[in-house]
């Protein structure tokens, strides 16, 4: 089992967001150590913060979602599929990656995509998708 969790691991077991973890280290409410130019957590000062009211062993939690848009060009295709793919990418790394797919309907002008994973990252994903295809319409 981990006995040490980075920063990223620490934010998603508790549900906060990644600056709250770093500001309880900084702070000193939350202790860590510093390894090269990243913070790792023992589990015990984990269970120590949260009083042991939380379970320290992360549950694989995965949201899966279809995005269907509608009425869309070629050249708009291009530019949503390409920039959302990107996104998933980058947004890829680590142990729990981001999966994404596009599928043309070209008959309909409709492009789907079908995104799963973790549920910040899927939620991430999809304030992407809407913020893009905001812009096409």
């Keep these: ?23 309880y280290v900084r702070d000193g409410k939350l202790k860590a150590v510093r390894i090269g130019k ?14 042991g009211g939380v379970s ?3 549950a694989r939690v995965d949201v899966s ?28 790394g680590g142990p729990r990656p981001l999966w994404v797919q596009a ?8 492009l789907r995509f079908v995104v799963m994973g973790p549920p910040r990252r899927v939620a991430d994903m999809l304030a992407l998708i809407d913020d893009l295809t905001g812009e096409v319409r």
């Design 38 to 51: 990243q913070y790792r957590i023992a589990r015990a000062e984990v269970e120590a913060f949260t009083g």
């Design 1 to 23: 089992m981990n006995d040490f969790y980075s920063v990223e691991d620490v934010a998603e077991l508790l549900g906060l967001h990644v600056k709250t973890v770093r500001g």
């Design 65 to 92: 979602a279809v995005v269907q848009v509608e009425g869309v060009g070629a050249r708009d295709v291009d530019r949503l599929v390409t920039g959302v793919l990107a996104a998933a990418g980058a947004w890829s």
């Design 56 to 58: 320290v062993r992360p």
């Design 103 to 110: 599928v043309r309907e070209e008959e309909r002008g409709a």
